[in-house]
């Protein structure tokens, strides 16, 4: 099942740890910024990467992008539904929501 949640609701996941929080952009925008604790899940590879990134189907899964106008959010809530995952809430406001709500966004660091 797909659900749609806000802000407040991801940031009370996130500070939880309790779900898993998956940014659907490519890398170079996932290492520009990303919500605290997000993992990448590129929208091209989402079908090969969704079980390495997500391997519990039960777990709550958050998935996001760039802001209300990006699809990426959207399809990736549809496949990851089909493929299996039982709790899949997409945030509709993505990284430019959490921005303007004055909330901090992390910086890939490279090994």
Do not use: F
Request: glycine share 8%; aromatic share 6%.
């Amino acid at each position: 099942m797909i659900t749609g949640i806000g802000t407040t609701e991801v940031k009370t996941l996130v500070d939880s740890g309790s779900a898993v929080v998956l940014e659907v952009l490519p890398a170079a925008y996932y290492e520009s910024g990303h919500l605290p604790g997000a993992l990448l899940l590129p929208p091209d590879a989402l079908d090969a990467q969704a079980p390495l990134v997500a391997p519990d189907r039960d777990r709550t899964i958050v998935v996001y992008c760039s802001n209300a106008a990006c699809n990426n959010s959207h399809v990736a809530a549809r496949r990851l539904d089909q493929l299996g995952y039982a709790d899949v809430r997409r945030y509709v406001g993505g990284k430019e929501e959490w921005s303007a709500a004055g909330l901090p966004l992390e910086v890939a660091t490279r090994a």
